[in-house]
T-cell receptor, first 116, second 110 residues
Framework: EAQVTQNPRYLITVTGKKLTVTCSQNMNHEYMSWYRQDPGLGLRQIYYSMNVEVTDKGDVPEGYKVSRKEKRNFPLILESPSPNQTSLYFC???????????????FGSGTRLTVV | GQNIDQPTEMTATEGAIVQINCTYQTSGFNGLFWYQQHAGEAPTFLSYNVLDGLEEKGRFSSFLSRSKGYSYLLLKELQMKDSASYLCAVRGYYGQNFVFGPGTRLSVLP
């Protein structure tokens, strides 16, 4: 089954304790992206990657890191989490080409992160 | 800059028709998408428009006017399970950079 797998689904952590949220897709998609979703603010892009070893900042990258060592994996790293990073996080992937037509995003199930 | 506007909330009755509007101003345009998102769940793809006009998929239709920067999602024969947020998203010209609107929360009442 074609899917984007995110782990964990729920995470409660303390301020300053490094954490990683994993994301893996099995559709051979070039493009992967991380979003956070907060009430009233919608989905905001954190980082994206157009292919292996190619990553770039989205709209709200502060406090986050990513890596793209393999095409299928795109982990999100919070080196020193703070309470304002409490949010619902989504990983998403898609084909890259401009001619990909109606191929939009496939989203992971989400990770609800609470930083206390 | 890039800006997408949608109404924050809408309410409709089961069996009725509802239209959710989306206006956008983006630096590049390569398609407009509508997603449905139930509370706490991932968005799921509903429809796609890249040319002007109406696209119909069962109970859902989506319309696009590129010259006006305007789209709407039309939901017919509303069901209780249609209670969800509906996200309008514009894909930029380069790569697959999507900009999402804030979403419209639809409540379907019996």
């Amino acid at each position: 089954e074609a899917q984007v797998t995110q782990n964990p689904r729920y995470l409660i952590t303390v301020t300053g304790k490094k954490l990683t949220v994993t994301c893996s897709q099995n559709m051979n998609h070039e493009y992967m992206s991380w979003y956070r979703q907060d009430p009233g603010l919608g989905l905001r892009q954190i980082y994206y990657s157009m292919n292996v070893e190619v990553t770039d900042k989205g709209d709200v990258p502060e406090g986050y890191k990513v890596s793209r060592k393999e095409k299928r994996n795109f982990p999100l790293i919070l080196e020193s989490p703070s309470p304002n990073q409490t949010s619902l996080y989504f990983c998403a992937s898609s084909l890259m080409s401009l001619g990909s037509g109606s191929d939009g995003y496939t989203f992971g199930s989400g990770t609800r992160l609470t930083v206390v | 800059g890039q800006n997408i506007d949608q109404p924050t909330e809408m309410t409709a009755t089961e069996g009725a028709i509802v239209q959710i509007n989306c206006t956008y101003q983006t630096s590049g345009f390569n398609g407009l998408f509508w997603y449905q998102q139930h509370a706490g769940e991932a968005p799921t793809f509903l429809s796609y428009n890249v040319l002007d006009g109406l696209e119909e998929k069962g109970r859902f239709s989506s319309f696009l006017s590129r010259s006006k920067g305007y789209s709407y999602l039309l939901l017919k024969e509303l069901q209780m399970k249609d209670s969800a947020s509906y996200l309008c998203a514009v894909r930029g010209y380069y790569g697959q950079n999507f900009v999402f609107g804030p979403g419209t929360r639809l409540s379907v009442l019996p």
